[in-house]
């Protein structure tokens, strides 16, 4: 059997191979060589073998055969074998498969053994990838090797441990004596592996951390160690660009930070150390750099003075200005965490802040975005508003969700006035529509809405936005709310604030009814505008081209739309004389909490989200009856506007809270009364009191018609001022019979928590022998009881 | 970065199918460590693979495939960090390998890339003004330098001439044929 070719060789042969499969023949035919080689438990080349295998291995191939091979190398007594062997461990085997408890025994008497080399072998194995069953059975020995006097072994040693406890954490007693001198070594890995263990330790067991602050009183000791690195002269051994022992500093730092947190007098212990580390520190290279950003970040978490914290935010100003984007991205991310804090002394950084919006890396430009978004205040809103929108108008499509959400957001705490406000939304709607979450189109148009003074102005602007571009959905969907909404502010060319623009009926509902049809458009635009269009037809006077389309999209394919059709169809035929209540203008909305869009997100997952879990309203796609002039009638915004459901559907928002709040109804004596008599119209109230709830009184209305001829198309509605809320059921029918032959039954509910003296105007409609009769009246004759 | 809850002393996994929840499984308190380090070429072909954190062959591999896809798609004027899935990557570029390590959070970037450096300055020590090829056809003694260097994703020796001092003994003993207790008697 001739030997097994070299791994060099083997190596070249593979490279020359030109095809993947070229490549796989060479494999394969190399691995069934190997596989015969070690069937045949050939000693001599069983290294060069497995040496082979790691390397078809790392090409992407399966070498598993050779896992116990591995174990038969560690075993042997050359050292060539063992270093491959545990080579070949570490990258074949790992803890779930069982076979790696067969390393335990040999890795044992490794550590044991009389070579140093031989026990870093070892160590290093164990200390990479020992399972918990090994630490276990080998913690003793490594805790062993903790305490030797040998330097190469103790840092190794001191690393292991590491490992163990992070696998078994209940290991960490066993390892607490052998620390008690590992700081007072020269060598500097020993120093170095020791304070990674000490800093391990601390962190995972708050007691450990207690004992090392008090007992061993490791801040002094450290802080001297870290003395002497910075004093000391030069160093050639650990000399890093004339800084000794960077990685040193570091972790000491880092150990300092993690003692000085929440404990004063620990803070206390290091503050000269780190303003001098703080102050002394080269910059011009990385390494300093990195000592200088380990330092930050301590300074920042510890108890430290005032001045101390300046300090370190104004190192974190230079490192934006330095040219390594490395450090500038650190820089952001630092101020980031920091921002919350010490949010006056980042300020000052503001301006080199935004300036890295315009950075080319990607990572930077997101960290100066939620940096931005975090700095924005009262103060600053305008011109932070104008970068964060050129950003916005410019930035990758992977940002513009988040970068518009944070303006609406800034945009609604701080706007200046309400023309910004309204300026800023239209600006990212036309500049980013695509991009705005979902939720953002409700809230909107709740803002929209409450902008009393603003309506012809945002119906102006949305309208001529939508001219140049409807592929937008979300700026398309609140346009056509809007346009449904106010256009008869539209074409009434009423505009304060800008040149009121000329436009025709017909012309508003071209563009209405070319978001119908475009291709563009959603499902859901495509409700927005023909409720739109609807909602026109009592604003406007061509009420037959409106018809014509609902009619026409009655037999739409998309079924949402041919509801709301079919619906609007009934609407003009059989509910025409409802339509014009059901049809106008919308109540101020309610604002429940803020109503911002969800939180920025935050990459690094540091900062603190600044925003409140947003409540949305649902989006108003229904018509909502609202009784306009009779709240005019009762003065003003004196009266909550009623909810009627006028068809058995779901009832919008307002009345929710009645219908969850009632209970069983049981009877008292509240005696009825007649709200109405006239024109041989009479209206009854008859009273029930509400359980749980005696806040809320239900009374039905009866209604009877002492005339000759039928009274049709009756519509009971009614009014109450602003302390109540009152909700409005299903009539039991809408014809009043004529000569008292049945009356017409309808459920109000009341909720009155401020038990004030219920009054109520009441406004009827009908028609009596084909004539349209209406009227209004104030009812104010309540019994007593009914709200008391 | 969530938490995971420990999964106990016997270490039996949460059962993820998603294998970096296993990467955040493993660095339950510990917010400091080297999870890998990868050396790959511009082509994207695997020179060197070291894990901290145990994983199925399966997610390495996926995890590579993925992590060089990503740092090769960087262009030049990029910073050497980016967030990916829940690790930082500190990454740079030596010729034609790229040097490829995952830290977690609070990770010191900076410091990482220091690592990185002097582990090429010792590798270019070793080899002589190092090269990809030097990397190829030698790979395991890359490994040996990195296991003189590094422990358990920590450094174990800051100081470059022990480092080499150490492999350069290593080296020797491969020479001896065999290790009798008797010759080196302690």
Redesign the interface.
Known sequence: MPAPIR??EL??TI?TARTQAEEREMIQKECAAIRSSFREEDNTYRCRNV?KL??MH???YPAHFGQLECLKLIAS????DK??GY?GAM?LL???QDVHLLMTNCIKNDLN???Q??Q?LA??TL???G???MCRDLAGEVEKLLKTSNS?LR??AA??A??VI?????LMEMFLPATKNLLSEKN??VL??SV?LL??MC??SPDMLAHFRKNEKLVPQLVRILKNLIMSGYSP??D?SGIS????Q?RIL?LLRILGKSDDDSSEAMNDILAQVATNTETSK??G???L??TV?TIMDIKSESGLRVLAINILGRFLLNND??????ALTSLLKTVQTDHNAVQRHRSTIVDCLKD?????KRRAMELSFALVNGNNIRGMMKELLYFLDSCDPEFKADCASGVFLAAEKYAPSKRWHIDTIMRVLTTAGSYVRDDSVPNLIQLITNSVEMHAYTVQRLYKALLDDISQQPLVQVASWCIGEYGDLLVSGQCEEEEPIQVTEDEVLDVLEGLLVSNLSTPVTRGYSLTAIMKLSTRFSSVNRIKKVVSIYGSSIDVELQQRAVEYNALFKKYDHMRPALLERMPIMEKSASNGPTEIVQ???ETEPSVVEPKHLPPVTQPVNQANDLLDLLGGNDVVPVIQTTMPTKPASAGGELLDLLGDLSLSAIPPMTAYNKNGLKIDFTFERANPNPNIAVITIHASNSTEADMTDFVFQAAVPKTFQLQLLSPSSNVVPALNQGTVTQVIRVLNPQKQQLRMRIKLTYTLKGSPVQDLAEVNNFPPQSWQ | MPFASFCGTTHSFISHSHCVSQLLCLSVISSFQMQFMLLFSRQGKLRLQKWYVPLSDKEKKKITRELVQTVLARKPKMCSFLEWRDLKVVYKRYASLYFCCAIEDQDNELITLEIIHRYVELLDKYFGSVCELDIIFNFEKAYFILDEFLLGGEAQETSKKNVLKAIEQADLLQEVRHLMKSMWGR
Not at chain 1, 166 to 170: A, C, G, I, M, N
Not at chain 1, 245 to 248: G, S, T, V
């Open positions: 791994l060099r190596i070249r490279r040496a790691l390397y790392m090409l992407g007594q050359k050292f060539t270093r491959i080579l990258l790992d803890e779930r053994h009389s070579t080399y031989v870093g160590l290093c200390g990479c990838m399972s918990s069953e190469y840092k190794k690393l292991c590491v490992h992070r696998k078994v954490p209940e500097h890995g170095h592996t990674v800093t391990e962190e995972r051994e650990h890093v022992d960077p990685f040193l570091v880092r990385n390494v750099n990195a000592i950003y380990e970040l984007k490395n450090i500038r991205y650190v080319l890396d990607v990572s930077i990459t690094n997952g």
